[in-house]
């Protein structure tokens, strides 16, 4: 538990120590803020039904998800691979199932702190419309875990595709290669238009868009719940995996 | 008992790194692994430190064997890469006190220790500076500063000095020297006078095998040829080259010019011969100038050399 916490801390920390941090909550602030501006001008329009999360969800949001995922995970294990200290660490007496959750809950932590400044437009929202009650905290709730479960599924993936190479870049194009393929299945299952078929279904079991666009209108769930999880658990079993072969490769 | 390897081997694909080597090491020794690159030295090391198993035969530290009880054996081996990696964006300071906590140490053991070897490792003027702001010498500190940390009943370097300076070499040797007062120390090195100097024990290793294994000292007696000698002398060469062929004691010479009037004698006596009051006599009796008398001892490079050379290079010669 000691090394698990000392590790997190060591990796949170080092997001901050390096650039790299602060470009990527710098890009989710922008994202975050490009997407406020247009939510306002929607709402100065037309009155509308849905709830401001939602509105807020057809700005940015995957885009910083996509990209931002990538970045973050992909120093985890391809740069201590790649400057030894991968050596030292693995010869101190850590389990690899406790670098692989430290890394993991540390990009995950990250991940979501990456989320406040929405948090902050929205609180400033509802300050300035002095109690309309334009969302209601179940709602908010309901979205922010969404936006948890959703990052344990591209975080997890990214752990997984920087514990497979040496090289950052090369880690990030597979992390982004398997995020994109989530984001696109919900889109490749509208052709085939009928709910009918194995392959329709599995692409709409998989469409994280879609279980996003619930979790913002405030339904959440058990499906999601499960789905993210299981998906989580399984890219962090395989990192675990892929750690532990260098002792059979 | 401190490290007991028997018929260790280590293969990565297709290739054999390590090949049936046993040796083992007793508690408060420094040995030295010697070896040219791809000798099988970092395998080793990797090994003894839990950071890959081996393919077949056993390893234990301190009673524990590497593979079942890894945790444990972790606990008592303080290890230093090749290349020494540490995290450059960290501060000494904060660095050791990261690796004592992973490593299980408690708060205030933490903040003892990680006084204790800043002072032990000359760091505590650098305890605040960013790691990858310092010079090669200060990194190399700070890694052995990491192995330390935890008090480590067996220390594990491997090529320590590489890449130093001469006077960083130097402190960085003397620093070994001294924690083979309180602890076993393993260290990898294709640098003769480093083991030579810091070492009780050296073993040889080419092409994962080991070859020898003794003191520097049994290692150079084995060669058989102390008494090897230099001699200038000045006298004319024709008396000179009777003189040596005629000289019982003596296996061998050779002859070559030197500056001026004298000429270099290299003189390999029979074994057990002293030659040095037998020319010394010889000079007076004759009535040459002697300018140099001096004995050439084997160092460990020619054991070594001989050892490791490859087969072909060597039928070449």
Known sequence: MQAYLTLTRRELGSFFYSWIGYVVIGG??????????ALLDRLQGEPTLMPLTEIFLDGCFWLIVLFSAPIITMRLFALEKFSGTFETLMTTPVSDWEVVLAKFTAALIFYMFMWLPLLGCITLLNYFARGANLLDPATLGSAYSGIFLIGCVYMSAGCLASALTRNQIVAAMISFAIGLGFFLAGFMAGPLDTQEGWAAQTLNCVSVVSQMKDFARG????RSIIFCLTTCFFFLFLTGRVLESRRWR | MMIDVSNLSKSY?????VKDVSFQVEKGEIVGLLGPNGAGKSTTMRILSCFIPASSGTATVAGLDVFTQADEVRRRIGYMPENNPLHPDMRVREYLKFRARLKGLGRSRTRERVDAVLTQCGLENESKRIIGHLSKGYKQRVGLADALVHEPELIILDEPTIGLDPNQIRSVRQLIKDLGRR?????SSHIL???EMTCNRVLIMREGRI?????????QKALGQNGHLIAEIAAPLEELKTCWEQMPELAHYTLSAAEGEYFRCALT????????PIIFALVVERGWRLRELSRVRHSLEEVYIRLTRPE???EAL
Not at chain 2, 13 to 17: P, Q
Not at chain 2, 211 to 219: G, K, S
């Open chain 2, 269 to 276: 006596p029979s074994v057990g011969e002293d030659l040095r």
């Open chain 1, 28 to 37: 989710a602030m922008f994202g975050t803020g490009w997407s406020f501006v």
């Open chain 2, 211 to 219: 070859l020898a294994a003794d003191t520097p000292e049994n290692l």
């Open chain 2, 13 to 17: 694909t297709g290739n054999n790194a």
């Open chain 2, 183 to 187: 602890h076993t120390v393993l260290l």
């Open chain 1, 219 to 222: 339904v959440v769930d058990s």
């Open chain 2, 312 to 314: 072909s290079e060597e």
């Open chain 2, 193 to 195: 006078p480093e083991v």
